[in-house]
């Protein structure tokens, strides 16, 4: 209808290219425009400027032989004052940024190692945007952004690295677990170490309190009851004790003590052989 009456409708962020007789005539901006028909002029057709993407797709390999497939996102737009160039100049603009896209990755990617690759996407991506920039604004586009979105290195080259840092993950695992075993064990013997010193300090103390206790006696007992040495009451002292210590003996059920020889005259041996040993000591001093 719109054509019967010389008149055609333009859409907003898009327009629309005028021919008359066949040759370029004008850009024609949204809105109503008057197409006179008998006057040769005809609606080539519309050009969108809102802002697309394309996704490619790169396969090639780095410098160490690993293939990758590089995934790269081209956001990009007509130029409205360069419409009539974007129009005629290119039949085929995916096409186009695909060739430029696969032209810059397959130069610069085979110059890195697989690891520098993801490190430096960013630079790739610039590579590739610069390229497109100067290339296609002779076309009359404008490359609005260039991301490098992922990096896929072939399953097995993935599998394999996968396996490597989970080998490296464990080695530290394994180091820092004996670590603390090592800390573990040394706290441990520093505290049985500790343990075996007050225990120590304790059982000396004890003795000390003994030796005071039985002087205390034996001074007392001869004063109390004269006629009698020292080695007489020591003598009674350690047969009391032994006694005790055969009731103790005999009270319990599990006892696993034994004592050779076990006759009440051995403590007199006993006797003798502590006396030898505190006078031995004594002499040696």
């Known amino acids: 209808m719109g054509n019967l009456f010389c008149c055609v409708q333009v859409d907003q962020s898009t327009v629309a290219i005028r021919e008359q007789f066949g ?71 995916r096409g186009q940024i695909q060739a430029y896209v696969f032209d810059v990755i397959r130069a610069s990617v085979p110059k890195l190692l697989l690891d520098d690759t993801f490190e430096q996407k960013n630079d790739i991506a610039k590579a590739v945007e610069d390229e497109l920039e100067k290339a296609m604004s002779h076309y009359g586009y404008e490359i609005v952004q260039t991301l490098i979105v992922d990096i896929e290195p072939d399953e097995h080259v993935k599998r394999a690295m996968n396996e490597i ?24 013997a520093e505290g049985e170490a500790e343990s075996k010193y007050l225990s120590g300090l304790g059982i000396a103390r004890q003795r000390q309190a003994i030796v005071d206790g039985l002087r205390d006696s034996v001074i007392g007992f001869s004063e109390n009851v004269p006629g009698t040495s020292a080695k007489d009451v020591m003598d009674m002292v350690l047969v009391t004790q032994y006694f005790d210590t055969m ?39």
């Open 23 to 93: 040759k370029f005539d004008e850009v024609l901006e949204p809105g109503c425009h008057c197409l006179p028909w008998f006057l040769g002029k005809q609606l080539a057709g519309h050009l969108s400027l809102r802002v697309q993407q394309l996704d490619v797709r790169c396969e090639t390999k780095t410098k160490d032989n690993v293939f990758v497939t590089v995934v790269a996102s081209i956001q990009y737009r007509a130029l409205a004052e360069r419409a009539n160039d974007a129009f005629y100049k290119l039949s085929n603009t």
């Open 165 to 188: 840092n989970a080998a490296a993950r464990m080695r530290l695992a394994a180091t820092e677990k004996a670590e603390a075993e090592k800390i573990l064990q040394i706290k441990r």
């Open 247 to 285: 009731k103790e003996i005999g009270a319990a059920s599990k006892s696993s003590a034994v004592f050779i020889p076990h006759g009440p005259g051995a403590v007199r041996d006993v006797a003798s052989q502590i006396r030898e040993g505190l006078l031995q000591a004594n002499n040696a001093h």
